[in-house]
């Protein structure tokens, strides 16, 4: 069973910086996908970033491109998504996610593991 439990989320002052951690275990992790997500108060859960665990390679959500980087340690197998210049608007629950069905991997609907949320809060 997949287990995923995400830290490091806080309050942050507009313009910081946090680093949220995903420690993943229960299975190998070499054919899937890793995405954050997060979910603002009343609003839906949005992509934020994805990375295959394999290759490396790594996709953006807009609002976020340029100011997080989202990547992955093979032998720790931790997921790692760096968040600078933080926006008020950054503020939401982050999720830390995986799928092995790596078609699309924006989607929440693609994504069969969850963690339990980190609280990541910017103020202005």
């Known amino acids: 069973q997949v287990q995923l439990v995400e830290s490091g989320g806080g309050l942050v002052q507009a313009g910081g910086s946090l680093r949220l951690s995903c420690a993943a275990s229960g299975r190998t992790f070499s054919s899937a996908a890793m995405g954050w997500f997060r979910q603002a108060p009343g609003k839906e859960r949005e992509f934020v970033a994805a990375?295959?665990?394999?290759?490396?390679?790594?996709l953006y959500a807009d609002s976020v491109k340029g100011r997080f980087t989202i990547s992955r340690d093979n032998a720790k197998n931790m997921v790692y998504l760096q968040m600078n210049s933080l926006k008020p608007e950054d503020t939401a629950v982050y999720y830390c996610a995986a799928t092995y069905t790596i078609v699309r991997i924006t989607s929440t609907r693609e994504y069969g593991y969850w963690g339990q949320g980190t609280q990541v809060t910017v103020s202005s």
């Open positions: 990375i295959n665990w394999s290759s490396g390679n790594t």
